[in-house]
């Protein structure tokens, strides 16, 4: 057998193993077994090839083809990932708030699907303060960052910026400008990403409010975190359709 006979047909095994990884990441996420099965594939793609270079710059294109292939099983668990992060935000979370972060988060959610609006804006709303964790102080940028490949470029723009359109509400207490969203004022989201703050956010630290459990929303982080990422047709950049709220 050549070498290239013998790299293509590792490389046709190597996407039926990925493949196989991929089914395991987007089925059967709340079965212990399912679960047990995908660390012991995640484990066994450890073992094996390694790239022979120390310094980016020498890797061969051969060996970038074959890392990019023992990623997707890695990308394929993203969704498992992120809803790790939001169970841990129920568990350590921001001292003197009445509620936890991840209940912060699904009542953001359970508020946005009450008005109507689709799956974006509710994944959205659910994951806007996921970089509390790890970017306590720009945990905006860091949201947005996290669903950006997946959803509309409008969507991911207010979850960016909702810190600072959020101070519109807290700021003069500490003597800060209130008004500091104004700098947007002209932009197609402004409006867009108020209205994200005023009816999702600012309102959603009710311990009293009937807010949906996480295991409701896991099916629709499922469903976009397994979107071909920055797909044009998903991001539509550019474009802002605006929260017609009543």
Known sequence: MSAANGAALLSLKDKFKADQWFTLATEGAADPDVKQERKHHMAKADQGYKV??????????????????????YHALTADRVLEEMRRQGEVSLEGYPITRLQHGLQSATRAEADGVDIDWIVAALLH??????APQNHDRFSAEVIRP?????????????????MLYYARHYNWDENARDQFKDHPCFATCATFCERWDQSAFDPEYP???????????????????????VIQEGISLGLDLC
């Open 211 to 233: 807010m949906k459990p996480l295991a409701y929303f896991e099916p629709m982080v499922r469903e976009v975190f397994t979107r071909k990422a920055y797909d044009p047709e």
């Open 150 to 166: 997946f959803v509309r470029w409008e969507v991911a723009w207010c979850i960016e910026h909702h810190g600072i359109f959020q």
């Open 52 to 73: 022979s270079f120390t310094q980016m710059k020498d890797g061969t294109k051969e060996e970038y083809l074959k890392l990019a292939e023992l990623e997707r099983p």
């Open 129 to 134: 303060d996921i970089g509390d964790g790890l």
